[in-house]
């Protein structure tokens, strides 16, 4: 078991360019969360998948905004036109739903720098 | 109005102290209450997961929710340097948004030696 993993950690971007982030759950957890975590405040949730379907989108995920989880195993995250409030943490989870237990366990997160 | 309130504090105590952090919610829907503890530019890592109303103890960590006043709260017992951290409460309902976890702001614990 090696942990949720992002990529990339950090990424610097100019305003108006596209972005894509990717990650890995920790191996047959079923489900799979995105969230963003801005300066000072907790996370909060943008969506989540459960093994390929996506369950649930937050009214804070525009139109911009794209999640995939195509096999069930890693996901991607893309932005579109990023703005210079896109600029934050994104936090993948993931969790083993419906095996017991179902507690979230974070990533390290991808850092997002909109210039 | 925030769902979930947290005090962002910050919060510094010297080594030793007993740490009280706590969260209100607005929200009787949420039925699941977590603490996550989040180094600085790194993921938040659990630290507690509770249902029940009451007290629930693991080492020097405590987590008592009364769900009567829509009331959480982490206690840490002979707090060390290395607690140094934000701390985040969670939850979530029960049923279909399962999962789906709404955080408070965090409050930022220093401890000194």
């Known amino acids: 078991d090696t942990g949720v993993s992002q990529d990339p950690r950090h990424k610097i971007t100019k305003r108006g360019q596209n972005v894509t982030f990717r990650c890995d759950p920790i191996s047959e957890h079923n489900r799979l969360y995105w969230y963003r975590q801005t300066l000072g405040q907790g996370p909060e949730f943008l969506t989540y998948f459960q093994n390929e379907a996506q369950l649930e989108k937050s009214r804070l995920l525009s139109d911009r905004f794209s999640a995939e989880r195509p096999k069930g195993s890693f996901s991607t995250l893309e932005i579109q036109r990023t703005e210079q409030g896109d600029s934050a943490m994104y936090l993948c989870?993931?969790?083993?739903?419906?095996?017991?237990?179902?507690?979230?366990?974070f990533g390290p997160g991808t850092r997002l720098t909109v210039l | 109005q925030k769902e979930v309130e947290q005090d962002p504090g910050p919060l510094s105590v010297p080594e030793g102290a007993i740490v009280s952090l706590n969260c209100t919610y607005s929200?009787?829907?949420?039925?699941?209450f977590m603490w996550y503890r989040q180094y600085s530019r790194k993921g938040p890592e659990l630290l507690m997961y509770t249902y029940s109303s009451g007290n629930k103890e693991d080492g020097r960590f405590t987590a008592q929710v009364d769900k009567s006043s829509k009331y959480i709260s982490l206690f840490i017992r002979d707090s060390q340097p290395s607690d140094s951290a934000t701390y985040l409460c969670?939850?979530?309902?029960?049923?279909?948004?399962?999962?789906?976890?709404?955080f408070g702001q965090g409050t930022i614990l220093t401890v000194h030696p």
């Open positions: 929200n009787s829907a949420f039925q699941y």
């Open positions: 969670a939850m979530t309902p029960m049923g279909t948004s399962y999962g789906k976890l709404t």
């Open positions: 989870a993931s969790s083993p739903y419906g095996q017991g237990r179902d507690t979230q366990y």
